[in-house]
């Protein structure tokens, strides 16, 4: 069976300051699919992301949506936004707002849900986040995995066709990081549809159906083999160097 096409992205320019970021890129990504973004820093990972989500303006090129061409200029992004959500790495939650706050404001202020309604779905969703008890506390009080959990409740509640993480564990420290990447991998489970960047080695391969791997804004490779058959020498380095780094550590435990 054919899946249904949720994102496409077709021939993608994008420079900052007359410099040539995003070369050409073109890819889709199926309804329940897991899409992972690798590539070196400075490839244009995030850029990629924050085009999908309209914080950035292309240039050239269009990205469709269920079909539809939403790099217009008529393109309502807060619209947009609802059903592509996205996690950063920074958490961005609001400080003086508290957890259940932060997660309700959205479809209170947004999308003119019930109130009640609302707090009984944020109820369940930091249960499913494992922050049931933790729905009085203001950011400053978590840690930075709890405010990861709680960056990723937020943008569930929206009830999003689709997620895009960039980088979401790389503050974390290994046991916190670990908790988040347990929720990603139980979404992904759930069929959630994702594109995620990260520089975790052993999450990538475990998670995703297919990598983009991208070198000075260029997709190299687009693979859902990636990980056992890597096509480009640039590829082949980058695995070499984290596994070099892995077996490092290894060594020195
Ligand atoms: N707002 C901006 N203004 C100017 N240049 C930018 C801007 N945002 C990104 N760039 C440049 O675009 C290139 C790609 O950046 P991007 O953040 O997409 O890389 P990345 O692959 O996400 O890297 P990392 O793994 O370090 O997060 C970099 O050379 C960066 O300096
Ligand atoms: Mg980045």
Redesign the pocket.
């Known amino acids: 069976m054919c899946k249904k096409i949720i994102l496409e992205i077709f021939n993608l320019h994008k420079s900052?300051?007359g410099?040539h970021?995003l070369k050409n890129i073109s890819f889709d990504i199926h309804k329940g699919e897991v899409l992972v973004i690798l590539?070196?820093?400075?490839?244009?990972?995030?850029?990629?992301l924050?085009c999908i989500n309209g914080f950035?303006n292309i240039e050239s090129g269009t990205i469709k949506f269920n079909g539809e061409v939403i790099t217009t200029s008529k393109t309502k992004w807060e619209l947009v936004r609802q059903k592509i959500g996205m996690v950063f790495q920074n958490y961005d939650l609001f400080p003086h707002m508290n957890v259940f706050e932060n997660i309700s404001l959205g479809p209170i202020l947004v999308q003119k849900k019930n109130k009640s309604e609302v707090l009984e779905n944020s109820r369940k969703l930091l249960e499913r986040v494992g922050l049931l008890n933790r729905g009085d506390f203001f950011p400053h009080q978590l840690s930075g995995g709890q405010k990861q959990r709680v960056a990723i409740a937020r943008a569930l509640i929206m009830e999003p066709e689709i997620l895009l993480f960039?980088?979401v564990t790389a503050s974390l420290d290994p046991e916190m990081s670990r908790e988040v990447l347990e929720l990603i991998f139980e979404l992904a489970e759930k069929g959630t549809t994702m594109i995620i960047?990260t520089?975790e080695m052993p999450f990538a391969k475990a998670i995703n159906d297919r990598v983009l791997f991208?070198d000075d804004?260029e997709i190299l490779e687009n693979n859902s083999n990636f990980f056992n058959n890597p096509e480009t020498e640039k590829a082949k380095r980058f695995l070499d160097i984290f596994e070099f780094k892995s077996h490092k550590n290894e060594k020195s435990d």
């Open positions: 900052f300051n410099l970021i590539g070196p820093s400075g490839s244009g990972k995030s850029t990629i924050r950035e960039d980088e960047v520089h991208l804004g």
